[in-house]
DNA sequence: CCAAATTTGATGTACGTAAATCAAAAAATC
DNA sequence: GATTTTTTGATTTACGTACATCAAATTTGG
């Protein structure tokens, strides 16, 4: 049997309540007192029963998730997990609050932020928008003992917890490779669509893919980047326009708008083989998976992401560790034959 | 506030001691008065608080795993991870058991299930041995009201309530598709490493990697499998002869004992450019991905596995839902840019 | 209608922890 | 040494559920 309070008291040879002083941080206990009962706690092993603490206190876990209004179908799809998330709260004791900011609006993001510092979650999810005053915020917010982790796009250099989301240069690293690999010995021009250089996920995957293109495939020449905007239409055009240039074999799509790209494949390469790697699984590119017309698809599994976030922040609001290896974010490779 | 057990008593008109009667199945309540607490209960959409009642029953969950006793890294990296969650049972309450049996021994694996039948552990996972009298067992079991969920290797046709496991007929297809698309243009002929094909998960995947060579990569000739019985030295004799054969421009190793498959071609393929696939990820394989010898591994991530099979046993040991995405089991594609 | 059997209610204890109260003891201050 | 302050102990209640006991009410059988 693990030990309990009571045997932790009976071992320091002072009482129950002392005990719950030292365990809950409350004052009105010497140093010397504490110190013994500490030594108690640490000898026999003592851990708190998380589960029997939470029904003493009624405690629940009021988290908030804060995302950039964009409308496309990751964001979508994270939303959607996240209400799943919310259906879920009784038996989790969690309380979720989801907020949307525009996006790329450092200045939105930041307002957010310090309007909870007032309310207190135990705990902050976001999706980081890249900018030096969110870092501010953050790291202010860190220091005042909030749990804050990052969800899809990272903050580097900020103090947050943890990042809850893919390694997006290897993810490009791994476009590269696999593009590079499956057109073989050919030569040509890749064409490359993102949604927008300033989001850093987006940078990061170019990074990666451009590195490796460069330092493995020299006979294959990126070209400069389309920026889509994540927008259909826009990224229909762009694609269109692009695939005039019959040097082109292949094409990485490191952000979202797909269904622009797809079309765009459709209607101008039917006689061309060229060879297509998109990011996000999503209704669309699936089709375009099984109907050959792109050849891989790089994901996250944004239904990992919540849970994991979720996941951290009770952990840190409880002190408590984290399995790591569960909480790394893989990337998906998919090809026609493993899709889920 | 969720509903207790005293808002159901009270919206029923009876007495807390009904309601327990009730919910926990004990005798002594007429049929009117279970409907209307049942009724209750459904109306007021209360869910019993699963910590409250463990706390009070002082429950603890008896698991069994059951192994073969494989000398091979995935199976010691699957004891470790049921190792690992060994250390975390106080927090889980879990209380994990592993039994060894002999590998390929459905008697054996049969004697240590009906020995399980008597010592009543709350939920078994097992590595399946495929045979009839194995699935018999597995069925009387079930019917007795024993979880049971597969590990790895699943017995189809059986009443296990779950697989923890990679679908292998798509991993030995999406293993084709990458060979297939990575010699792109090449003809020549394909060697394929397996354990036995006395084994589920091995004869699943090359069915899946021969279905879809012989349907979209014609010029590639899948030879005659190599049966290196998960031993490196087995395996470094075989592949180390069947490079003789001049015609090879791939490798498709789908068991264990890689580690002589990857000394035979350090050997034998300086000069060649052959394309290699392997599965799980092990140090062995990891670095041979690195050095460029293996240009591809499926792995299936034992963590993963194990934590799963612990959620599931103890969601069906409680009656309760599991997130199924949650518990998908994964077929992780590493290439050397996207290794964790 | 009475006795026996069945069903229901009332109540208490327990699980491990949190949190509060009040009294007692010890330490620090003058 | 008396007084104030700080520290500690003892005890109680609560969280939501499980489980046991005994009494009371209701139903059933004869």
């Known amino acids: 049997m693990r030990p ?3 045997d932790i008291a009976a071992a320091a040879g002072v009482s129950l309540a002392t005990v719950d002083r030292v365990l809950n941080q409350r004052p009105g206990v010497r140093h010397v007192t504490r110190a013994k009962v500490e030594t108690a706690i640490r000898e026999l092993g003592y851990i708190r029963d998380v589960a029997a603490a939470n029904l003493a206190k009624g405690r629940t876990y009021p988290l908030v998730f804060i995302l950039p209004a964009s409308d496309n179908s990751f964001m979508h799809g994270l939303n959607a997990e996240i209400r799943q998330a919310v259906l879920r709260s009784p038996a989790e004791r969690t309380d979720i609050r989801i907020i949307e900011v525009p996006a790329f609006d450092p200045a939105a993001l930041v307002a957010v932020l310090e309007g909870l510092s007032r309310e207190r979650p135990c705990g902050i999810a976001m ?8 870092r501010a915020v953050v790291d202010k917010l860190v220091r005042e003992r909030f749990p804050i982790v ?10 947050r917890h943890h990042y809850a989301g893919v390694d997006n240069i290897a993810a490009g690293r791994t476009a590269a490779r696999l593009l590079g690999r499956f057109l073989g010995p050919r030569k040509g021009e890749i064409a490359v669509l993102a949604g927008s250089m300033l989001v850093r996920d ?9 590195s490796v293109m460069a330092a493995e495939f020299p006979d294959l020449a990126v070209l400069p980047v389309l920026e889509g905007r994540d927008d259909p239409e826009v990224a229909h055009r762009l694609v269109a326009d692009a695939l005039g240039n019959a040097g082109i074999v292949g094409v990485y799509s ?5 269904r622009g790209l797809i079309r765009a494949l459709k209607e101008k390469a039917v006689d ?10 999503t209704a669309y590119t699936r089709a375009a998976l099984i109907d050959n017309t792109i ?3 790089l994901n996250q599994d944004a239904g990992h992401e919540v849970r994991s976030a979720i996941r951290i922040l009770k952990a840190k609001a409880d002190g408590l560790a984290v399995i790591d290896a569960q909480e790394r974010i893989r990337l998906d490779i998919f090809v026609k034959d493993n899709l889920p």
């Open 272 to 281: 061309r083989t060229l060879t297509v790697i998109a990011h996000e699984l």
């Open 127 to 134: 999706v980081a928008t890249d900018a030096p005053e969110v």
């Open 4 to 6: 309990t309070v009571h």
């Open 202 to 210: 987006h940078r990061e995957r170019l990074e990666g893919f451009a």
């Open 254 to 258: 490191l952000g979202a708008g797909n």
């Open 150 to 159: 990052t969800l899809v796009s990272d903050l580097t250099g900020s103090l």
């Open 295 to 297: 050849d891989a698809i």
